[in-house]
């Protein structure tokens, strides 16, 4: 990762980040990530989302076959 200014840190034991929106959802969620930073891009100059330590269904419960994207990190600019 390039330098860049954190703007926010976030990190859940309980639930997790949605990892289109970035938007906190409790346990009951298929796929929650544990971890979301808010960053400012110094080559574009806007602010970034990277969510990262992928929490599933699946890790609790393996029946329910919860779904995990094929890529596990979304970075999304504001």
Known sequence: ???AEIISLAYTNDGG?????G???DE???VNYKLRIY???PLKKTTKM???LPST???YMPEIN???PEQPVKIQSF
């Open 39 to 41: 960053y400012k891009d």
């Open 23 to 25: 938007d906190y959802h």
């Open 50 to 52: 990277l969510v990262l």
């Open 66 to 68: 919860a779904h995990l």
């Open 28 to 30: 009951d969620h298929p």
């Open 1 to 3: 990762m390039k330098k």
């Open 57 to 59: 269904t699946e890790e």
């Open 17 to 21: 980040f949605d990892l289109e929106t």
